[in-house]
């Protein structure tokens, strides 16, 4: 199990088809701190570096939504994708 389980959990539970959620909040869903770097878009980046293992992409791809960093830095807006893999359209 890695941290990030409880985030895929939580998501898988989720029926919305786009929703946000502060760092705060996901946090709270782990049960731990979040890492300095996930104030970054980039790590949130579900495209970005598929062949690098990075758990929290992986646990948001696992429940089949997109993550992305929203601009004011604290908040992550969460997409479900289709089974193709792309954003519903």
């Known amino acids: 199990m890695n941290d990030y389980d409880a985030l895929r ?3 898988l539970g989720q029926k919305q088809m ?4 502060s760092f705060e909040q996901i946090e709270e869903i782990i049960g731990a701190a979040l890492p300095r ?4 878009a980039s790590w949130w980046d579900t495209a970005r570096s598929p062949d690098i293992q990075m758990p929290q992409r ?3 791809i696992a429940a089949g939504f997109k ?7 604290q908040t992550v807006r ?12």
């Open 9 to 11: 959990d939580y998501l």
């Open 78 to 89: 969460f997409t479900k994708m289709r089974k193709d893999g792309r954003r519903p359209g």
């Open 18 to 21: 786009e929703f946000m959620l």
């Open 58 to 60: 992986e646990a948001c």
């Open 67 to 73: 993550a992305t960093r929203m601009p004011d830095g």
């Open 37 to 40: 770097a996930a104030n970054r």
